[in-house]
């Protein structure tokens, strides 16, 4: 399953780059999901939805109009999945992002007008993560740029094939709690994620070969 449209990597570089592996394995107690070697905990997760749920009131936006699937709940832990696959990934390739280059990602968010809080909103995740999502942002493009060997749009089409392969060894594990990625959304299941039994056994044995 591809990232959605706000996931980290769409806002590094216009496009879907990071491939989100959510696979079947059991997670540890406690844990919203498991990525990589990091925790996710159900604290984290409320905390940030909480803040996220504020800042979508504050700012008069609905996640409807923002054209965003599924619950907070779910967009929240799926962008927060999402961005600690995509910080490892660029620790893990040594990419270095100054505190510059971050302030100068936050300019650009923002200077078709808005608050950067707004933002922030239309990508799914708290307003307190902007400045970490702006350095994985810098990072994935530098990434990108990297392995593609370039900046123009067949040197990012190599880049981005890379980065997705190298994405899937982090394996990103949710709390059976939440359901399983939907993989096949449509209008009577729109969400990012899906109940493991809704679609039967047959359904879920799929699901899971395509994302494991």
Do not use: H, W
Request: with cysteine.
């Amino acid at each position: 399953m591809k990232s959605i449209r706000m996931a980290v990597a769409a806002a590094a570089a216009g496009a879907s780059l990071v491939a989100l592996t959510a696979c079947s394995a059991p997670v540890e107690a406690g844990a919203a999901a498991v990525v990589g070697n990091e925790r996710i905990s159900a604290g984290d997760l409320k905390r940030n939805v909480k803040e996220y749920d504020a800042a979508l009131t504050k700012t008069g936006l609905t996640t409807q109009a923002l054209g965003i699937p599924g619950s907070t709940t779910e967009v929240v832990l799926y962008q927060l999945a999402n961005i600690a696959q995509a910080e490892q990934l660029v620790r893990k390739a040594k990419v270095n992002v100054t505190d510059a280059e971050v302030d100068q990602a936050i300019g650009a968010a923002t200077q078709q007008g808005g608050s950067f809080e707004q933002y922030m909103v239309s990508q799914g995740m708290a307003p307190s993560n902007g400045r970490r999502f702006m350095r994985v942002s810098v990072g994935l493009q530098k990434l990108m740029a990297q392995y593609g060997g370039g900046t123009d749009q067949a040197a990012q089409q190599r880049g981005s094939e890379r980065i997705q392969k190298e994405a899937a060894a982090i394996k990103i594990t949710y709390s059976p709690r939440y359901g399983v990625v939907n993989a096949q959304r449509s209008q009577t299941s729109p969400g990012l994620f899906a109940d493991a039994g809704r679609f039967g056994k047959a359904a879920t044995q799929n699901a899971t070969q395509q994302q494991g």
